[in-house]
């Protein structure tokens, strides 16, 4: 069954510190894609990345750069020097079917000036 | 613009007074889709459609119709709202892009629904 995990119900750091959000996936198939969106407090949905399973590479976008681990089925997302603007919910979705996204609940994110 | 526009964005009701969101895409995206967000559940997909005509249940259909009968329009209909259905409400829309897979989901604005 696909399943994706973000343990991490809240986190809340300072300016400028770096963060790491976790996410956790579980899937039988051998293709399928992941995904970061983010939802700031005005409630619409922003892609971050879009990763397919056989792309193992890193991904630096900015200040924002993703980590993805077939081995630990991880795919996790790091701020670097955070800024309050960073502040939303998180979201990370896995698709196996091209109509489908099953997500995880989402890590909010506070970060304090 | 490519967007995927829903309607309303606000919407309080009582129960059992039939109500539909409408979602429309200017993208021809053959994929489409809605989903409701609930806290702690994240978003969980309720119905989708992989082109005209052709609809199939998500994971949580139950109190919900939907009907795709222009590429670009798929509207939510709720018969007869009860308040377990006060959610955000979101629409998506897709592509295949052939043998590189497909773009990613583009969302509408969300639809805050209240059933009191």
């Known amino acids: 069954a696909q399943k994706v995990t973000q343990a991490q119900t809240e986190i809340s750091v300072v300016e400028k510190e770096d963060v790491t959000l976790d996410c956790v996936y579980e899937?039988?198939?051998?293709?399928?894609?992941l995904f970061w969106y983010k939802q700031p407090p005005s409630g619409e949905l922003v892609f971050l990345i879009r990763?397919?399973?056989?792309d193992e590479q890193n991904e630096i976008s900015g200040r924002y750069s993703w980590n993805f681990q077939k081995s630990t089925s991880s795919f996790n997302f790091t701020i670097t020097a955070s800024q309050v603007v960073d502040s939303a919910v998180y979201f990370c979705?896995?698709?196996?079917?091209?109509?489908?996204?099953?997500w995880g609940a989402g890590t909010k994110l506070i970060i304090k000036p | 613009e490519a967007q995927v526009t829903q309607n309303p964005r606000y919407l309080i009701t009582v129960t059992g007074k039939k109500l539909t969101v409408t979602c429309s895409q200017n993208?021809?995206?053959?994929?489409m889709s809605w989903y409701r967000q609930d806290p702690g559940l994240g978003l969980r997909q309720i119905y989708y459609?992989?082109?005209?005509?052709?609809?199939d249940k998500g994971d949580v259909p139950e109190g919900y119709k939907v009907s795709r009968k222009e590429k670009r329009n798929f509207p939510l209909i709720l018969e007869s709202p009860s308040p377990n259905q006060t959610s955000l409400y979101f629409c998506?829309?897709?592509?295949?892009?052939?043998?590189?897979?497909?773009?990613?989901?583009?969302f509408g604005q969300g639809t805050r629904l209240t059933v009191v």
């Open positions: 998506a829309s897709s592509s295949p892009l052939g043998g590189q897979g497909r773009t990613e989901a583009f």
């Open positions: 979705a896995l698709s196996e079917a091209e109509y489908q996204l099953i």
């Open positions: 899937t039988r198939d051998t293709t399928y894609y």
């Open positions: 993208m021809n995206h053959e994929y």
């Open positions: 990763r397919n399973s056989f």
């Open positions: 459609s992989m082109n005209v005509e052709v609809t």
